[in-house]
């Protein structure tokens, strides 16, 4: 993967790191946990209560992939219509200790008009992980800005 990236761009890269939300999460968890390139994943509004149905039976092998040694979060609403806390906190016996736990009150699975707030908690993980700050989420004037 590194390789096919570094082809097409005169950047170097230096660190992987998969975020995704919903069905995403699940599939870039499986990505993140079972591939040696990637050094960590996020994982937002994981569907765990669904999952079964929509990996086609295969979910089994999404979370043994999943459950790895590398850094991951893992974010859920409160409120979410698709996976209670209970289960997420199950799931999230079932992964280990390498896996950070956020549970963010009265919010849902979609997130709307949060996105910056989400944006922000998964740079705050980056940076205790990766001793890197990404760039800052677009501020309201749309200005973007990096932080050292």
């Given at each position: 993967l590194p390789d096919t990236i570094n082809a097409s761009?005169?950047?170097k890269i230096k660190r992987i790191l998969v975020v995704g939300y919903s069905?995403?999460?699940m599939?870039?968890?499986c990505v993140g946990g079972s591939r040696d390139d990637v050094d960590g994943y996020v994982a937002i509004s994981?569907?765990?209560?669904?999952?079964w149905a929509l990996a086609l039976f295969n979910h089994k092998k999404l979370l043994r992939n999943a459950k790895c040694e590398k850094p991951s979060l893992w974010m859920?609403?409160?409120n979410d219509e698709f996976t209670s806390v209970s289960s997420f906190i199950n799931l999230m016996n079932?992964?280990?200790n390498s896996s950070e736990a956020v549970v963010i009150d009265n919010e849902n699975h979609h997130w709307l008009q949060r996105e910056l707030g989400v944006a922000e908690l998964i740079?705050?993980?980056i940076f205790r992980h990766f001793g890197i700050l990404p760039l800052m989420a677009p501020s309201e004037s749309g200005s973007r800005g990096v932080r050292n």
């Open positions: 761009s005169d950047t069905y995403g999460s599939i870039g968890s994981y569907p765990y209560t669904w999952n859920l609403g409160s079932k992964l280990g740079r705050c993980w």
